[in-house]
Nanobody, 124 residues
Framework: QVQLVESGGGSVQAGGSLRLTCAVF????????LGWFRQAPGKEREGVAS????????DYHDSVKGRFTISHDNVKNTVYLQMNSLKPEDTAMYYC?????????????????WGRGTQVTVSS
């Protein structure tokens, strides 16, 4: 059983920054697709950023391009989401997800393992 645990959420003012961390309790080797998703109350879940460990390919939602950065530490088995210039519309529960033995990686693919989420609240 693969366990993913998110942390780093909180409340910030617009323009501020947060770094989310996802600890993956199994070895992250190559061919792993890692993703961050978010869901705001009353809205559907949407993909935020993905990272492919095979070649470092990333994919971002248009609304976060230039503001958010996904990264991966293969020694710590950890995935990060650095969020800068936060906006009130970024307020949501953020989830980490992973798929192993992935032949491709993007926000649009299916993800097999999910964390329980960490709340991000941005005030104006």
């Amino acid at each position: 059983q693969v366990q993913l645990v998110e942390s780093g959420g909180g409340s910030v003012q617009a323009g501020g920054s947060l770094r989310l961390t996802c600890a993956v309790f199994t070895y992250i080797g190559s061919s792993v697709c890692l993703g961050w998703f978010r869901q705001a109350p009353g809205k559907e879940r949407e993909g935020v950023a993905s990272f492919y460990t095979t070649d470092g390919t990333t994919d971002y939602h248009d609304s976060v391009k230039g503001r958010f950065t996904i990264s991966h530490d293969n020694v710590k088995n950890t995935v990060y989401l650095q969020m800068n210039s936060l906006k009130p519309e970024d307020t949501a529960m953020y989830y980490c997800a992973a798929t192993f033995s992935a032949t491709w990686c993007a926000l649009s693919r299916d993800y097999h393992y999910w964390g329980r989420g960490t709340q991000v609240t941005v005030s104006s």
